[in-house]
């Protein structure tokens, strides 16, 4: 039975420190384990993953496929309906009560409810998106759902004719510079 006295390290798990350059009878003296010289042996002498020595890697032998739109995907944070059982009923579930409670964390584009288990009471439940099933059962249960709308990088800019002065067109409008004429090598003589 283990107790706090007889706690030991799984065998294995713990290796002796390989002591470098301490005698040839040691086993890694001299050379140290490096071999004789080439760019590995030398400090600082390491070479980068998938490096093949200057010849065409094999990442960039093989041909790309496809597209891949990950730079630009949101990420939700997922909450199931039997997580939503913790709030008493009628409550608001917004995302800063999702926070307090330690339901969701850290940064993302929204919040999405799935439909994973049974929701007891009636909720007034605001995401950013929910499934078909999430929705059936917060409805059934006798709540509601709205979703936020989406944020825009719009809302951020200020409207011009907000501020009750009316927008002037004729600075608006910018004009093309004109073309000036160059001199045509084919027409010398004019």
Known sequence: MLRLHNLRPRPGSRHRVKRLG???????GKTSGKGTKGQKARSGGSIRLGFEGGQMP???????????????????????????NAFEAGTVVNEQLLRESNLVRGHFAGIKI?????????????ADRI???????????GGTVTLREARTSLE???????????????????KPRAKTKTKSRKNKSE
């Open 58 to 84: 094999l990442i960039r032998r093989l041909p790309k496929r496809g597209f891949n739109n990950a730079a630009f995907h949101k990420c939700y944070a997922i909450v199931n309906v039997s997580d939503l």
């Open 22 to 28: 301490c005698g040839e009878s040691s086993g890694h």
């Open 156 to 174: 951020n800019k200020t409207d011009v004719t907000s501020s009750g002065a009316e927008p002037d067109v004729a600075a608006a409008t910018v």
């Open 114 to 126: 799935l439909g994973e288990g049974e929701l007891k009471h009636g909720l007034q439940v605001q």
């Open 131 to 141: 499934s078909t099933t999430a929705r059936e059962k917060i409805e059934k249960a």
